[in-house]
């Protein structure tokens, strides 16, 4: 599942007449940067949720020609985050034992093959992308790179999920990519509009939430000034 259904209001005036997801990177949009990436690891089935331009990005995603189904999770009534937006989704989502969740908003060279293997071998809940870097907020990972919490370096909010030893402890940025296996969908109870990020929080009191660790090249693409960083940074 594609996230592209977010509002884009830090990449205005982009977004002026867009949806953030059709603003261009390197020549091509946001979104066919995201196919792309996700076809080249072998998927063949994607969803991608719609808000912002709904009726744009539909008529955009019908004329696309990929190697892969795409099906729309059509969110323009009501702007659900990605928690929300995989829960509206889940009827498409379990027609497989595992699926991938990306943002729509990154750029990356991540192997998405080895961390789809890896999550497979793991048995873990979810495994999430994660990379250490410069960030605002970072996940809290044990020794054993079990989600533990989450901490906010502006706010200095911490929520801690799970107990760990304050010696043995990761904390790392996500990278808005994870591996979800379907019986998740089941455990929600959040409704309406609701983080991802929260979920799986709150599942990992009592449920495996890996971190994956990647290497290489990532960026954000929600801000003007980040988008021209990437720019500079893929070249």
């Given at each position: 599942?594609?996230?592209?259904?977010?509002?884009?209001?830090?990449?205005?005036?982009?977004?002026?007449?867009?949806?953030?997801?059709?603003?261009?990177?390197?020549?091509?949009?946001?979104?066919?940067?995201?196919?792309?990436?996700?076809?080249?690891?072998?998927?063949?089935?994607?969803?991608?949720?719609?808000?912002?331009?709904?009726?744009?990005?539909?008529?955009?995603?019908?004329?696309?020609?990929?190697?892969?189904?795409?099906?729309?999770?059509?969110?323009?009534?009501?702007?659900?985050?990605?928690?929300?937006?995989?829960?509206?989704?889940?009827?498409?989502?379990?027609?497989?034992?595992?699926?991938?969740?990306?943002?729509?908003?990154?750029?990356?060279?991540?192997?998405?093959?080895?961390?789809?293997?890896?999550?497979?071998?793991?048995?873990?809940?979810?495994?999430?992308?994660?990379?250490?870097?410069?960030?605002?907020?970072?996940?809290?990972?044990?020794?054993?790179?079990?989600?533990?919490?989450?901490?906010?370096?502006?706010?200095?909010?911490?929520?801690?999920?799970?107990?760990?030893?304050?010696?043995?402890?990761?904390y790392l940025a996500f990278s808005g990519i994870s591996i979800i296996n379907k019986r998740l969908l089941d455990l929600i109870t959040e409704t309406g509009k609701?983080?991802?990020?929260?979920?799986?929080?709150?599942?990992?009191?009592?449920?495996?939430?890996?971190?994956?660790?990647?290497?290489?090249?990532?960026?954000?693409?929600?801000?003007?000034?980040?988008?021209?960083?990437?720019?500079?940074?893929?070249?």
């Open positions: 599942m594609i996230f592209a259904a977010g509002l884009g209001t830090r990449l205005a005036p982009l977004t002026n007449n867009k949806p953030k997801a059709l603003v261009e990177f390197q020549g091509k949009t946001m979104l066919n940067h995201a196919i792309e990436k996700l076809t080249a690891a072998g998927v063949n089935r994607i969803i991608i949720n719609i808000h912002h331009f709904a009726d744009m990005m539909a008529e955009y995603i019908h004329n696309i020609r990929c190697d892969a189904e795409l099906l729309i999770s059509d969110e323009r009534d009501f702007l659900l985050d990605t928690g929300g937006g995989i829960l509206k989704a889940a009827p498409l989502l379990c027609a497989e034992d595992n699926f991938i969740a990306y943002n729509v908003d990154i750029a990356c060279d991540i192997d998405l093959k080895a961390l789809y293997n890896t999550h497979l071998s793991s048995g873990n809940l979810a495994t999430l992308a994660v990379k250490d870097r410069e960030s605002t907020r970072k996940l809290i990972f044990n020794k054993e790179m079990q989600l533990c919490g989450w901490h906010n370096y502006t706010t200095n909010e911490t929520k801690i999920s799970r107990k760990f030893e304050n010696n043995a402890v990761n609701f983080s991802i990020t929260n979920l799986f929080l709150r599942l990992a009191q009592n449920e495996n939430i890996g971190g994956y660790v990647h290497d290489g090249l990532w960026a954000d693409l929600g801000t003007i000034e980040k988008l021209k960083k990437a720019e500079e940074i893929f070249r």
